[in-house]
């Protein structure tokens, strides 16, 4: 075809609203020469989809912040491309059968208040004010989000499209994409209708982007980590006493969300829509017997209302008006889910400039948002917020298709779910366990994943309530509190080990190693025989990432980060990794034993050990324990004497074997985490993320400013440092008696103004203090000033204290 484009910026694969938000955003912003290819019609979501709710809160910060900016962007679309749309805001009402249902309510309107967004608390009579067909007698309350409402797909995708092609973006339909190759530096999309050269790709496949992401497989890709879920709702036939009252009130009935039983109900014309997310849920095209069709367009499955029935009875008890009218239609369609629930949204696991945006389970809410986030990973390789919650990245290995088909079945039957902090998803699990797994589970470990990696949280002991229903609550108070403070004490008093398989490690060689790293870090690098933290920052002097950096010889260093950040820092590594270098992985072939405590020294003497152990805090040596060969780091992450005992998997047996026959205590990941939060040591993604820089972050000390290396973000670290940051890094004590910890991003209160936020909480039982750290106005950094912290709707009295940690400020226990 002579008009057919044989080269363009950026090809985006898959037509529906978040490949056309995306396409909209890139044109708006000056890039032109961008073209999206669609199989057939432009459509939103799946094609059976009638219309799409437009909620403000789907469990996920990053999600919430998406969520608003698309839900702002459509309000004022239709005029800004000249495009009629029908978007209805009619409000949204989610009900709680339960006080820990109101807590949770309490947290999301506060995270909303937070980003400027008005969500009350309502009794039940409230509720009834506010929509008089429901009955609320047996109900605790609910939130009332007066922004929620719903938009005509269709027309929406239309609108974007318009506003794409108005500012030069081309889109071709009728266009599927057959296959990739790849020459040199650049992308080749074939197609029926010729190829196209392109230097970025984007796959906006919806539930055919696992198939799309089998074509970048030769080229580093892998297997799209997804389920394609049925999804049914139904229609009824128009109900007289429903369009008498929009008549009056000149408005939709507000949209009903029942969380707990699991469904939502709004009004649809005159009648009503109830989409239930039934426990007995139902994959397609996940076996051979039920492949997935060439193409699905325009078709539905068959219907399924058995499943349906259980929900249908519980909704016309609460909203009786649904059981006065017949059933219009059945719609029953293919809906993409992620293990996790939420989209990918970011670049291509080993693929360079290579992009994913799909899996949407609510991509009418979230595609606005979605195609703001993929034009800034496109056009400048980081986003404006920290989206690591959608990152596709955050899957690895780990995710093959039983745990994609287990997870999505969970995930959708739980869809409204609550996620409490002590209670783990069952599903899905037991991909990637430790050698010593099975003595782990056998002394009580309660095992939570991370990065599919098997760690224990706790320690039960007898008589422990171990049972999922234990950990439905949002309070510290469990059968777990109490064991944690003895796993502390433990180590505070003698010495604790801790399994800790899945730590992400490199190793990085060849002539040159040195200096490439000088180039990337904020800081400098230890000498050989010794280790440090390394801070890596994007353009903008915003945390990246930290790497705990040992040197084994002047051109060759391990790195060792973060479980879950394994493939994300690989990349950071990898992406502009100089010719004649040499960067691996070997995350599973070694393990690691975290052996600390004031008596770990006389551990390791009577386990017997050729290491030097006088050496200081921060070396790094080659020896033998327990007759094993391994790796010992003098660091500890709890604050005490310690070291990481580092060794390949087939000696971890034997050295944990030794190491708890001399008497080590085990202890888990929630002690950990109370002992670091006590040291004030920063946690990836919740501490440390691309929301602050490295100055905001109270790192530096870590940033050396006169090295002539001009390490990503020095320009605007140094700006920064000229003109002063405006927020900064604190440990809080929460003084006023309070149940739980502070959820990450509880919101930070002078008077009424909102001066900050937590980024992490736990009870500290050497200090046996209640701690926040979290990110603060600068000007109350000042120690003792007086403060609140919002949690779960109430507001407790806050202490900042000296910037030093709570627990041994000094070091000199660390140090012994």
């Not at 095992?447 to 609550?473: C, H, I, L, P, V």
């Amino acid at each position: 075809m002579a008009d057919f484009p044989t080269t363009a910026r950026v090809v985006i694969i898959g037509g529906g609203v978040v490949g056309t938000s995306t396409l909209y955003h890139l044109a708006k912003a000056g890039w032109k020469d961008c073209v999206l290819l669609e199989k057939n019609e432009l459509t939103a979501g799946s094609t059976w989809h009638a219309a799409g709710n437009v909620p403000n809160f789907a469990g996920s910060w990053a999600v919430m912040n998406m969520q608003r900016y698309g839900a702002k962007m459509y309000r004022t679309l239709g005029e800004d491309v000249d495009y009629p749309m029908n978007y209805h805001v009619t409000g949204a009402i989610r009900l709680a059968h339960s006080k820990e249902r109101m807590q949770e309510f309490e947290r999301v309107a506060g995270m909303g208040r937070y980003q400027g967004l008005q969500m009350d608390i309502c009794t039940p009579a409230e509720l009834k004010e506010l929509n008089p067909f429901m009955e609320t007698h047996d109900l605790a309350g609910g939130l009332w989000d007066p922004l929620d409402g719903d938009i005509d797909p269709a027309q929406l995708t239309q609108a974007l499209a318009k506003g794409a092609r108005d500012e030069g973006g081309r889109i071709e339909r009728f266009c599927p994409v057959t296959s990739m190759d790849r020459d040199g530096d650049e992308w080749i999309v074939k197609t029926d209708k010729g190829d196209i050269r392109a230097e970025f790709v984007v796959n906006c496949a919806g539930y055919y982007a696992q198939r799309v992401g089998e074509m970048f497989k030769p080229f580093g890709g892998r297997t799209v980590p997804m389920v394609v879920m049925s999804h049914q709702y139904f229609l009824t036939e128009p109900i007289a006493e429903l369009e008498e009252w929009t008549k009056e009130k000149g408005h939709k009935m507000p949209m009903i969300r029942d969380v707990d039983t699991s469904y939502y109900l709004r009004q649809d014309k005159h009648g009503l829509n109830l989409g239930p997310y039934e426990r007995n849920c139902k994959a397609h095209w996940v076996t051979p017997e039920d492949p997935m069709p060439e193409d699905f367009s325009f078709q539905l499955y068959p219907d399924d209302l058995e499943r349906l029935e259980w929900y249908i009875e519980d909704a016309m008890e609460r909203v009786p008006l649904l059981g006065t009218a017949g059933v219009g239609r059945n719609i029953n369609g293919p809906i993409p889910y992620a293990p996790d629930g939420l989209p990918m949204i970011g670049p291509m696991p080993g693929c360079p400039n290579a992009f994913e945006g799909h899996s949407f389970t609510f991509g009418i809410a979230q595609g606005g948002g979605a195609g703001k986030i993929l034009s800034e990973w496109i056009m400048h390789g980081e986003t404006e917020d920290d989206m690591w919650a959608v990152d596709p990245r955050r899957y690895t290995d780990y995710t093959d298709h039983d745990h994609c088909l287990s997870k999505a079945l969970e995930t959708y039957g739980h869809e409204y779910a609550m996620h409490f902090p002590h209670h783990e998803w069952p599903a899905g699990r037991n991909k990637k366990l430790s050698p010593v797994d099975a003595d782990i589970r056998a002394t009580g470990g309660q095992m939570g994943s991370y990065n599919g990696w098997e760690r224990a949280n706790w320690f039960a002991k007898e008589g422990d309530d171990t049972s999922e229903e234990s950990t439905q609550t949002w309070e510290r108070n469990g059968p777990w509190e109490q064991r944690i403070k003895e796993e502390v004490e433990a180590v505070r008093d003698g010495v604790g080990v801790l399994d800790l398989p899945g730590f992400s490690r490199f190793r990085l060689t060849g002539e040159g190693a040195a200096e490439y790293l000088r180039g990337m870090i904020a800081g400098a690098l230890p000498k050989v025989g010794r280790m440090n933290l390394a801070y890596f920052a994007d353009t903008r002097g915003r945390i990246l990432t930290e790497m705990s950096v040992m040197r084994t010889g002047e051109e060759e260093f391990t790195l060792i980060t973060a479980a879950l950040a394994q493939w994300h820092d690989f990349d950071v590594l990898n992406k502009n990794l100089p010719a004649g270098l040499c960067l691996t992985d070997h995350t599973t072939e070694v393990s690691t034993l975290i052996v600390t405590g004031p008596k770990s020294r006389d551990l390791f003497e009577n386990v017997g050990t050729d290491a030097d152990l006088s050496t200081g805090w921060l070396t790094h040596q080659a020896a033998t324990v327990a007759g094993k060969p391994v790796h010992l780091n003098r660091v500890s992450f709890a604050g005490e004497l310690g070291w990481e005992v580092h060794a390949d998997m087939v000696h971890i047996p034997a050295l944990h074997a030794a190491i708890t026959d001399e008497g080590a205590t085990p202890f888990g990941m929630y002690a950990l985490n109370s002992m670091r939060i006590e040291k004030g040591y920063r946690a990836w993604k919740g501490d440390l993320s691309t929301d602050y820089t490295l100055l905001e972050g109270g790192m530096e000390r870590f940033v050396k400013f006169d090295k002539p290396q001009d390490f990503p973000g020095k320009a605007a670290l140094a700006s920064e440092k000229q003109s002063g940051r405006k927020k900064g890094f604190v440990t809080m004590t929460i003084d006023d008696e309070c149940a739980f910890d502070a959820p990450y991003m509880s919101t930070i209160w002078k008077g009424d103004e909102v001066v900050g936020e937590v980024t992490s909480s736990a009870m500290g039982y050497r200090t046996n203090k209640c701690i926040a750290l979290g990110m603060l106005r600068v000007d109350l950094l000042e120690p003792r000033t007086k403060l609140e912290v919002e949690i779960f709707g109430g507001r407790y009295g806050v202490t900042v204290q000296e910037d030093q940690p709570m627990w041994d400020p000094a070091n000199e226990r660390l140090r012994a």
